[in-house]
């Protein structure tokens, strides 16, 4: 999950100021125009409904991270699929791997661990899912290793402009624009489904979130398919009242876009209801997730929270792999199936036994419209 904010990036915005520009970095305009022109095929659909699929890509699966193929000036790279990043970016070791400038800009990114320090670099052609786009501002963090595996992360910038179905599971991402489509038509491969009304309590951000129970009380949860476990940060444990049914454990570390590793502890709880979903005695990591995510503004010492309203949990890629998920754009909804398995990953010492961590019942029907 990450964020451009202070100095003259504002935080979480779809649009940056001052140094950084006002035009979108990834021009999502004109490369859904170049996918239009190249994906003609339409996934089964009911009555009127059209699901225009714009695209499909292979996801391939590096433990728990979920990467796919993109170009940069011709130069073939891995990018990480991230919900949980307001924008597209690319890592510094990568931009100068392939021989971008990259230039300095007043501001910073914040996530997990804290904040790194943004430049912006300039691409001549960046290619996804068959569409391509030229002349290209992108946003360059300090944190990755381009040796390693990725060049960066494609975030809501790019994903936030049309329908995605996340089916990591079966290897696959696949894009939509509905035409005439007003409620369960869009889940197109079952009849029984879950469904979760999207929020948006971050008034310039595009995340994915929506609320859900734990414990029995209200959390603000993140879809993020960038972080490869489900967690809840102790902040919104503390506000929410929500308590553990388990001692805490320790977990180890765990690291997002910040320098700093943030420790995890891992316990029960009572039960997470997802919508219609619910899983009972789930194990769950805690964190403080975005406790360094605080900067000094300009004319005071007093350090400030980056984020607006900051998500109580994360259901990360743990949970995507046990479902199979439409984030509905067009509609303000989130709708998931489940396709077997735990799903959420607790440490090895905590393996679950088979039957822990999955829904407690299959689907009973149809939810509310």
């Not at 060049?151 to 990591?168: R, T, Y």
């Not at 490869?228 to 902040?235: A, I, K, M, N, Y």
């Amino acid at each position: 999950m990450t964020s451009c904010a202070n100095g003259t990036v504002k935080a979480g915005t779809d649009q940056l100021i001052g140094a950084c520009s006002r035009r979108r970095l990834l021009g999502v305009g004109m490369w859904l125009g170049s996918l239009l022109l190249a994906w003609a095929g339409a996934a089964p659909a009911r009555e009127s409904c059209k699901m225009l699929q714009i695209g499909e890509v292979d996801v391939t699966m590096s433990g728990l991270e979920p990467l796919v193929a993109a170009s940069i000036d011709g130069h073939a790279v891995q990018m990480l699929l991230d919900t949980g990043a307001a924008r597209s970016l690319i890592w510094k070791s990568a931009a100068t791997d392939l021989g971008l400038k990259l230039e300095y800009v007043s501001g910073e990114f914040f996530g997990v661990g804290g904040g790194q320090q943004a430049s912006i670099t300039y691409v001549h052609d960046f290619g996804f899912a068959g569409g391509h786009i030229h002349k290209v501002s992108l946003l360059a963090s300090g944190r990755g290793d381009f040796k390693d595996a990725t060049a960066g992360v494609l975030g809501e910038d790019l994903l936030s402009s049309m329908d995605v179905e996340f089916d990591l599971s079966a290897g696959k991402l696949r894009m939509f624009k509905p035409k005439n489509c007003s409620g369960d038509e869009v889940v197109y491969w079952a009849d029984s489904f879950f469904m979760v009304p999207m929020q948006n309590l971050n008034a310039h951000s595009s995340w994915p979130e929506a609320e859900v129970s734990l414990g029995g009380h209200p959390v603000l949860a993140l879809f993020d398919t960038g972080a490869s476990f489900s967690g809840v940060s102790r902040e919104g444990l503390a506000q929410s009242g929500v308590s553990p049914e388990t001692p805490l454990s320790a977990a180890g570390s765990t690291h997002g876009i910040g320098s700093k590793g943030v420790e995890t502890q891992v316990a029960k709880f009572p039960q997470l209801s997802i919508g219609q979903e619910t899983i009972q005695h789930v194990r769950l990591r805690i964190a403080d997730l975005f406790e360094d995510d605080r900067t000094a503004q300009t004319g005071s010492m007093i350090a400030h929270t980056v984020l607006e309203a900051k998500p109580d949990m994360i259901l990360g890629a743990d949970f995507f792999l046990a479902h199979r998920v439409l984030i509905a754009r067009s509609q303000g909804k989130i709708y998931f199936t489940y396709k077997g398995g735990p799903i959420f990953s607790a440490p090895p010492k905590y393996s679950a036994d088979p039957a822990a961590d999955r829904p407690a019942a299959t689907p009973a029907g149809d939810p509310p419209q």
